[in-house]
């Protein structure tokens, strides 16, 4: 891989895991429930750091897979946090 490969995904890991810490804050202050972040081309390489992420806020992160291979969704809510 070359270097402005790597450095347009680390681009784009960096902005995906931005939209997942804007859904963590509006949850843990309660301007939501729960957030989906969707159209995530990444989602499944950063859904380990997301969970990690919102589990230091005792929040959630759940998948939600498509079935036409799409980009993932994250859903960040308050439920166990450890999922």
């Not at 895991?17 to 202050?29: C, G, K, N, Y």
């Amino acid at each position: 891989m070359d270097t402005l490969t790597e450095q347009t995904l680390q681009a784009e890991i960096d902005r995906e895991l931005r939209l997942v810490d804007s859904a963590i804050a509006m949850v843990r202050r309660g301007a939501a429930t729960r957030v989906t972040v969707a159209n995530l081309p990444l989602g499944t390489a950063i859904i380990g750091a997301a969970r990690a992420r919102a589990g230091l806020h005792h929040l959630c992160v759940t998948p939600v897979w498509s079935t036409d291979d799409s980009p993932c969704a994250l859903i960040v809510d308050a439920g166990a946090g450890d999922a």
